[in-house]
């Protein structure tokens, strides 16, 4: 009798009965212990039992269907399945081909009805003993996790595993890049691409040395690990870990990840021939306006309508349709109106300046503690670069070391660059008459043109927000221009924040 032999080892099971090489050498002895049986092939996995997708059961299969053994022989029945289904197919495909089976330490004969009973018996009591294990694994991390335990997995950037604890430590290599991406996109209102764009303009990269992209910038916008928690089944807890981030600066950041994934005219890349997309904000429901279209018999007619009220009816919003064109004209008008009345934004950026200030100390002081945290990490490469030349430290150590502090450095200086520019927009200057008679000019002039593709240009660069609180009560909020360029497209270099509601918001008609 022609005999293939069957062993299973599974990573996932805490207690293996026997090794590999254990059970191949006793399925050995059992084959040769037997009268007129031959050894004529070995198929071997190491994978779990509960599915029947492994190559080597698959080859045994596919040998046993071409009836090159006679027999096939495991040690044990949970080595070929852990569900009674999955055996019950095994059985019936080997039968099918005329091709016994048999465990060596359990004597069961599957040629018989009572044999093949009885197979099937251990197959119930193996896949017990697989859900039994299962749910003692599943109770013990869930009680782990409560205590705020780390239950394994991919650890988040800027966290790693803690040796021997079972919980997670900060690394301080990564770290420090955490709450600039927060910052970056809770009050810098950066978008994930724009983040990962300047990451990668600052040379930094992911753990893995990939550059950053919107998908890596999301996943650590979106993980709460960094408010020190952990994660298990759907649930999270407290951890033992240290937070990277202030709950309030999380939330925020939570809020306009909601509000831009269910506004369509807050993404970038939306690219409709509407003038004010992405800028004309419901004063009553918060949603923004996108365009819209109804068609006539003669006429297709142009609307703005509120976001809102498209999706959930006016019952959660009654505002208004805006026809587009007049909304776009009564805006343009106010727009080179403001151009006129030179005082408008001087005054605007007087309050603008005394807001910044408020926040000049704060930016000052985490200024001052950044230069001495750079002063400690340059003068700690500094130390290890010397123990390496004079042959006091092995290069695996010293280059490990200073690896990890020229990570933190970059960190340490991406987020004093942040600080650098809010700063600079302190020194925020009102433009002069000239340069508000020249831009006034270059919006009529693209205006002229018939294009839409220049003037859109130039109103998102100029306009803050369009807030609609009624038909009859329309408030656009201008950005001061800073620098006015007329040899291309971009006529403008607008700051990155506005001046404020309250420092630049001319009186517009009625449409």
Same mark, same amino acid.
């Given at each position: 009798?022609?005999?293939?032999?069957?062993?299973?080892?599974?990573?996932?099971?805490?207690?293996?009965?026997?090794?590999?090489?254990?059970?191949?050498?006793?399925?050995?002895?059992?084959?040769?212990?037997?009268?007129?049986?031959?050894?004529?092939?070995?198929?071997?996995?190491?994978?779990?039992?509960?599915?029947?997708?492994?190559?080597?059961?698959?080859?045994?299969?596919?040998?046993?269907?071409?009836?090159?053994?006679?027999?096939?022989?495991?040690?044990?029945?949970?080595?070929?399945?852990?569900?009674?289904?999955?055996?019950?197919? #095994?059985?019936?495909?080997? *039968?099918?081909?005329? #091709?016994?089976?048999?465990?060596?330490?359990?004597?069961?004969?599957?040629?018989?009805?009572?044999?093949?009973?009885?197979?099937?018996?251990?197959?119930?009591?193996?896949?017990?003993?697989?859900?039994?294990?299962?749910?003692?694994?599943?109770?013990?991390?869930?009680?782990?996790?409560?205590?705020?335990?780390?239950?394994?997995?991919?650890?988040?950037?800027?966290?790693?595993?803690?040796?021997?604890?079972?919980?997670?430590? @900060? *690394?301080?290599?990564?770290?420090?890049?955490?709450?600039?991406?927060?910052?970056?996109?809770?009050?810098?209102?950066?978008?994930?691409?724009?983040?990962?764009?300047?990451?990668?303009?600052?040379?930094?990269?992911?753990?893995?040395? &990939?550059?950053?992209?919107?998908?890596? @910038?999301?996943?650590?916008?979106?993980?709460?690990?960094?408010?020190?928690?952990?994660?298990?089944?759907?649930?999270?807890?407290?951890?033992?870990?240290?937070?990277?981030?202030?709950?309030?600066?999380?939330?925020?950041?939570?809020?306009?990840?909601?509000?831009?994934?269910? *506004?369509?005219?807050?993404?970038?890349?939306?690219?409709?021939?509407?003038?004010?997309?992405?800028?004309? @904000?419901?004063?009553?429901?918060?949603?923004?306006?996108?365009?819209?279209?109804?068609?006539?018999?003669?006429?297709?007619?142009?609307?703005?309508?509120?976001?809102?009220?498209? =999706?959930?009816?006016?019952?959660?919003?009654?505002?208004d349709r805006l026809p587009a064109?007049?909304?776009?004209?009564?805006?343009?008008?106010?727009?080179?109106?403001?151009?006129? *009345?030179?005082?408008?934004?001087?005054?605007?950026?007087?309050?603008?300046?005394? =807001?910044?200030?408020?926040?000049?100390?704060?930016?000052?002081?985490?200024?001052?503690?950044?230069?001495?945290?750079?002063?400690?990490?340059?003068?700690?490469?500094?130390?290890?670069?010397?123990?390496?030349?004079?042959?006091?430290?092995?290069?695996?150590?010293?280059?490990?070391?200073?690896?990890?502090?020229?990570?933190?450095?970059?960190?340490?200086?991406?987020? =004093?660059?942040?600080?650098?520019?809010?700063?600079?927009?302190?020194?925020?200057?009102?433009?002069?008459?000239?340069?508000?008679?020249?831009?006034?000019?270059? @919006?009529?002039?693209?205006?002229?043109?018939?294009?839409?593709?220049?003037? &859109?240009?130039?109103?998102?660069?100029?306009?803050?927000?369009?807030r609609v609180d009624s038909k009859?009560?329309?408030?656009?909020?201008?950005?001061?221009? #800073?620098?006015?360029?007329?040899?291309?497209?971009?006529?403008?270099?607008?700051?990155?924040?506005?001046?404020?509601?309250?420092?630049?918001?001319?009186?517009?008609?009625?449409?």
């Open positions: 009798m022609r005999i293939a032999t069957y062993t299973r080892i599974s990573t996932d099971e805490v207690n293996q009965p026997y090794s590999l090489g254990s059970q191949s050498e006793r399925l050995a002895s059992y084959v040769a212990s037997q009268e007129d049986w031959e050894m004529v092939g070995t198929f071997t996995d190491q994978m779990s039992g509960a599915k029947l997708e492994r190559p080597g059961l698959t080859n045994a299969l596919r040998a046993a269907k071409a009836g090159r053994f006679d027999l096939l022989l495991v040690y044990r029945v949970d080595r070929l399945s852990r569900s009674v289904r999955g055996l019950a197919e #095994v059985l019936e495909t080997l *039968d099918a081909a005329g #091709v016994g089976f048999r465990s060596a330490t359990e004597p069961f004969d599957t040629t018989s009805a009572a044999g093949r009973m009885m197979v099937q018996m251990l197959g119930v009591f193996a896949e017990f003993e697989r859900a039994t294990i299962i749910d003692r694994v599943i109770a013990g991390m869930e009680r782990k996790s409560s205590q705020g335990g780390w239950c394994g997995g991919r650890h988040p950037f800027g966290y790693r595993a803690a040796k021997g604890e079972g919980t997670l430590a @900060v *690394d301080e290599a990564e770290s420090p890049l955490i709450p600039v991406i927060f910052d970056l996109y809770a009050n810098k209102r950066l978008g994930t691409h724009a983040i990962a764009n300047w990451l990668r303009a600052a040379g930094l990269s992911t753990r893995s040395g &990939k550059p950053w992209t919107y998908k890596a @910038v999301l996943t650590v916008l979106r993980n709460r690990t960094y408010l020190g928690e952990v994660h298990f089944r759907g649930t999270w807890s407290k951890g033992t870990h240290p937070a990277l981030v202030e709950a309030g600066l999380f939330d925020a950041v939570q809020a306009i990840l909601a509000e831009r994934g269910n *506004d369509v005219s807050k993404r970038a890349s939306n690219s409709s021939d509407y003038l004010l997309t992405g800028l004309v @904000v419901c004063g009553g429901c918060g949603c923004h306006f996108t365009g819209t279209r109804a068609t006539g018999r003669n006429a297709t007619y142009r609307y703005y309508t509120c976001g809102g009220r498209q =999706r959930n009816g006016t019952k959660n919003c009654s505002s064109g007049a909304l776009d004209d009564a805006v343009v008008r106010s727009l080179l109106s403001a151009y006129e *009345d030179t005082d408008l934004f001087v005054k605007a950026v007087a309050e603008a300046h005394d =807001r910044a200030q408020l926040g000049h100390s704060r930016n000052e002081g985490e200024l001052r503690a950044l230069d001495a945290e750079l002063a400690k990490v340059d003068a700690g490469i500094d130390r290890y670069l010397r123990a390496f030349e004079t042959g006091a430290m092995p290069e695996s150590i010293c280059g490990e070391r200073v690896k990890a502090l020229g990570s933190q450095s970059t960190a340490l200086r991406a987020r =004093r660059e942040v600080l650098a520019q809010e700063m600079d927009e302190a020194d925020l200057t009102a433009p002069t008459t000239e340069e508000l008679s020249a831009l006034r000019d270059r @919006v009529a002039e693209a205006i002229a043109t018939g294009d839409p593709a220049p003037v &859109k240009i130039l109103l998102q660069a100029l306009i803050h927000e369009i009859e009560a329309i408030h656009p909020i201008f950005r001061v221009p #800073v620098g006015v360029d007329l040899s291309g497209d971009d006529a403008v270099r607008a700051p990155s924040r506005s001046v404020g509601a309250a420092g630049l918001e001319p009186t517009t008609s009625a449409v």
